[in-house]
């Protein structure tokens, strides 16, 4: 059964220094996204992406946040210039968004911790 | 008031017992409902969409009742491989796909 995967699983960097998280989505989905769970908080949307562009965003995801589907398969999340309150666990989601199904599958996540 | 308001447990039931969460939200134009279960420190699971006619998948039944903002999970004849936390999910209408997530329920399953 396909599935979204994260790489890496675990991210350690130092606040203000910049990290990547990458993503490969679901291959036939259409519809990305990039949500975080502070630990012992509920899972919260960051941002959704479409057809090469950002369709939606949350008011976390300010400026020190991009995010990009630089080929085919993989999309990424990258923070700027990291702060303590980033530390979370970031889920990637993906769904095939037709009107059947908009259920999103999300892949196991990458710790970050912001020392 | 929160968005998606769940029971945050624990449920401690013993193996064969039958559990119900509950959850509501506030939104009444919310569209889509779903339940994920989600392991400690694991990524959120779809375990079943919700439809407003109901609907059930094997030992799990879900509801929805629009007029109370209201949405089930019933699990019969428990097993130790359920405990989990069961996150109540929605969204909000059809101008937005994001999910919001409740907090959870946690479910502990003992022998």
């Known amino acids: 059964e396909p599935e979204v995967t994260q790489t890496p699983s675990h991210q350690v960097t130092q606040m203000g220094q910049e990290v990547i998280l990458r993503c490969v989505p679901i291959?036939?989905?259409?519809?990305f996204y990039w949500y975080r769970q502070i630990l012992g908080q509920k899972v919260e949307f960051l941002v959704s992406?479409?057809?090469?562009?950002?369709?939606?965003k949350s008011e976390i995801f300010d400026d020190q946040f991009s995010v990009e589907r630089p080929d085919g398969s993989n999309f990424t999340l990258k923070i700027r210039s990291t702060k303590l309150e980033d530390s979370a666990m970031y889920f990637c989601a993906s769904t095939k968004g037709t009107s059947s199904s908009y259920e999103q599958y999300f892949g196991p996540g990458t710790r970050l911790t912001v020392t | 008031r929160k968005e998606v308001e769940q029971d945050p447990g624990p449920f401690n039931v013993p193996e064969g017992a039958t559990v119900a969460f509950n959850c509501t939200y506030s939104n009444s134009a919310s569209q889509s409902f779903f339940w994920y279960r989600q392991d400690c420190r694991k990524e959120p699971k779809l375990l079943m969409s919700?439809?407003?006619s109901g609907n059930e998948d094997g030992r799990f039944t879900a509801q929805l009742n629009r007029a109370s903002q209201y949405i089930s999970l019933l699990i019969r004849d428990s097993k130790l491989s359920d405990s989990a936390t069961y996150l109540c999910?929605?969204?909000?209408?059809?101008?937005?796909?994001?999910?919001?997530f409740g907090t959870g329920t946690r479910l502990q399953v003992f022998p």
């Open positions: 291959s036939n989905h259409l519809y």
């Open positions: 919700v439809y407003s």
């Open positions: 999910v929605v969204i909000r209408s059809y101008n937005t796909d994001k999910l919001i």
């Open positions: 992406f479409y057809n090469n562009e950002i369709s939606e």
